[in-house]
Structure formats: C-alpha cells, structure tokens
C-alpha cells in the first residue's frame, strides 16, 4: 500500500499573523490538497487555520496536532485533530509526523519546529516574502552541520513541488 506523503505547513499563530502569510498559508494548504498529500499543522490559529481551511476548500485532509488536551481547541478547518495535551513540545510530533516543512512567516515556535525537522535532515522550504522565519532562514542552513539547507520558494506550488521532488515525487 503508498501511503500519502504529509507535508507540516509551520508560521504565524493568530497572535502575530499577517493578512499576507494567512493568504500565503490558505494557497499552500490548497497546493498540498491538490498534489495529494497530507496538510499537518499544530492545528490552531493564523498560518495553521488558512492551511486547513486551504486544503479543506481543496478537498483534502488536514491533520492537526495540538497542544492541549481537548479537541475544541484546534481550529475548525482541522480534518482530524491529535490532542496532545503536552503543551508546545507537540512541537516535536508534527516535525517528527511530517516528511518535509513548509514555512509561512513564523517566530520562535516556528523555528523550534524548523529546527527539529532541521536536525532529522527533512526537506524543508520557506515562502519568501511572508514574513519572519522564512524571510530570516531561506536559502541558508540552521548552524555549521549543514543539515539540509532551507530552499526557498515565491509561491505555494514551487513550494509544494520541490518538498514533493525531494520525496521522490
């Protein structure tokens, strides 16, 4: 049996998340329905919510895996929710979950997340011109290991299909 690959889409949560990489984060959610693919998200608000919503307007699955402990707590655009009840170490399970990142804007928690997928050597990519982490991080790697070097990508669909490629695609 294939399984479908499942891409995390990490940014903004709603407290810092810009018109622009909520827009960003709806086209690649859409972009990732549309190849086939699993969305993954922390589930909650700003980058997170505009990718479910994305992918489910597209008709796929977004599996959202949250923090805390009740279900009601993930946005509602979520197609399966994962409660952790954890707290922000769920930080792990979605790059751990996930065969490659997408990163929307973002901060620290975005960078967590980045980092985790940094240090397992996932494919990683980061939309330019939404914003903080992925503006900060494109293009360059993490530390002096060089792990995987974060590509960057205009839009949602070169962003999806370079994740794709680098997953035999």
Same mark, same amino acid.
């Given at each position: 049996?294939?399984?479908? *690959? ?7 949560? %709603? ?17 990732? &329905?549309? %190849? ?5 998200? @922390? ?28 279900? %009601? ?11 952790? @009840? ?20 973002? @901060? ?5 997340? &980045? ?9 990683? $990519? ?20 060089? *792990?995987?070097?974060?590509? %960057? ?5 070169? &962003? $999806? ?9």
């Amino acid at each position: 049996m294939d399984r479908k *690959h499942r891409l995390l889409v990490i940014g903004y949560n %709603s407290d810092a998340c810009t018109r622009k990489a909520y827009n960003v984060g709806y086209s690649v959610g859409r972009a990732i &329905a549309e %190849s086939g693919a699993i969305l993954v998200t @922390g589930g909650l608000g700003g980058v997170m919510e505009a990718a479910c919503k994305g992918a489910r307007d597209a008709g796929g699955i977004s599996l959202g895996i949250i923090p805390f402990d009740k279900a %009601s707590e993930a946005n509602k655009y979520c197609s399966i929710v994962v409660c952790t @009840g954890m707290g922000y170490a769920r930080n792990y399970i979605t790059a751990y979950t996930s065969d490659g990142v997408i990163i929307v804007g973002g @901060g620290v928690g975005t960078l967590i997340e &980045a980092g985790v997928a940094y240090m397992k050597k996932k494919p990683i $990519v980061a939309l330019v011109g939404s914003g903080g982490i992925a503006d900060e991080y494109a293009g360059r790697y993490l530390d002096d290991r060089k *792990h995987v070097k974060i590509a %960057s990508a205009r839009n949602a669909n070169e &962003a $999806v299909n370079y994740i794709m490629r680098r997953l035999g695609r």
